[in-house]
């Protein structure tokens, strides 16, 4: 019998659990988390970090911020423009 937490409550399709590399802008710049657990829905990809790993996201964020992370590695990320064709 399967309970909540198999279940996503976006919309309701099975979640495994996965390791995954997580990014967002942090102060002007990309910040990667690499090996970041969390629950993920088969169907919609919705993904859901459990409060621990939110908050431990949530230190390290506030450590770069405050310049106190030292990176594993640094890599460098091309930037393009999207440009519609009409």
């Known amino acids: 019998m399967k ?4 279940i ?4 309701g399709s099975e979640m495994t659990d996965k390791i995954i590399d997580y990014s967002d802008w ?3 710049h990309l ?14 990809g919705h993904r859901f970090f459990s409060a621990r790993v939110a908050r431990a ?6 450590l770069d911020r ?6 594993i590695e640094t890599m460098e990320v091309p930037v393009v423009k999207l440009e519609l064709v009409a």
């Open 3 to 6: 309970d909540e937490r198999d």
């Open 8 to 11: 996503c409550p976006t919309c």
């Open 26 to 28: 942090n102060d002007g």
């Open 31 to 44: 910040l990667v988390v690499r090996d970041v657990p969390v629950r993920e829905c088969q169907a919609g």
């Open 57 to 62: 996201l949530e230190r390290l964020f506030e």
């Open 66 to 71: 405050q310049r106190k992370l030292e990176p």
